[in-house]
């Protein structure tokens, strides 16, 4: 596609249920990213995918936090038995795998979610 | 740990004068640094990557400066419009994945 798409693009959902967070990157772009940004908060990292395999989980703050990728291109963040804490904005970015001069991340618009 | 630190506080400038945004790395030497923009409701958009053996880089109104010694990225924005008022971040890169490490944002408003 055009852009990097996130759906839902808002979610709310009672304390201890799980949620799926869905990603679908640019066409092409090899490396994929979750991010999460808190109210007044800067962006933090949960974990980067490259092709299907998730190098780098370092930033997942909890093992109710997972994430996959599959066929080099959708990816799904899955939060199990939710907390209040868990509330943010839950970003996606895609690039082509390297940082080139002229490009960056490209970010979809985010799921916000609330737990209840 | 490594950080991207940047001014928490808004700036308010008035049309037409130069914005300049602060973004100071702490605990690693970033091989870059990026800068987005980003609107209320939506994800950041790249504007600019810097590379560490890069002192300046220009794109139309914008202009980053990286000064390796000083630990600090510069970001200005000539000619500012109110247009241009949104939340700025500064982001590091984080080393062998890629992956950014970002600041806060500093929040820009330009009154007409």
């Known amino acids: 596609g055009a852009g990097v798409s996130q759906s839902p693009s808002n979610k709310v959902t009672e304390k201890g249920k799980d949620v799926e967070l869905r990603c679908d990157p640019i066409?092409?772009?090899?490396?994929l990213y979750w991010y999460r940004q808190s109210l007044g908060q800067g962006l933090e990292f949960l974990i980067y995918?490259?092709?299907?395999?998730?190098?780098?989980k370092s930033g997942l703050p909890s093992d109710r936090f997972s994430a996959e990728r599959t066929g080099g291109s959708v990816s799904t963040l899955t939060i199990q038995r939710t907390q209040q804490e868990d509330s943010a904005v839950y970003l996606c970015?895609?690039?082509?795998?390297?940082?080139?001069?002229?490009?960056?991340?490209?970010f979809g618009s985010g799921t916000r979610l609330t737990v209840v | 740990s490594q950080k991207i630190e940047q001014n928490s506080e808004a700036l308010n400038i008035q049309e037409g004068k130069t914005a300049t945004l602060t973004c100071n790395y702490t605990?690693?030497?970033?091989?870059?640094l990026q800068w987005y923009r980003q609107d209320p409701g939506r994800g950041p958009v790249f504007l600019l990557l810097?590379?560490?053996?890069?002192k300046e880089k220009r794109k139309e109104r914008l202009k980053v400066t990286f000064d390796t010694t000083l630990k600090q990225s510069l970001f200005h924005i000539t000619a500012s419009q109110p247009a241009d008022s949104a939340t700025y971040l500064c982001?590091?890169?984080?080393?062998?994945?890629?992956?950014?490490?970002f600041g806060t944002g500093t929040l820009l408003a330009v009154q007409p």
């Open positions: 982001a590091g890169s984080g080393g062998a994945t890629n992956k950014l490490i």
């Open positions: 605990n690693y030497s970033p091989a870059y």
């Open positions: 995918f490259q092709g299907n395999s998730a190098p780098d």
């Open positions: 066409s092409g772009h090899t490396a």
């Open positions: 970015a895609s690039s082509l795998g390297r940082a080139t001069p002229n490009y960056g991340y490209t």
């Open positions: 810097i590379r560490e053996n890069e």
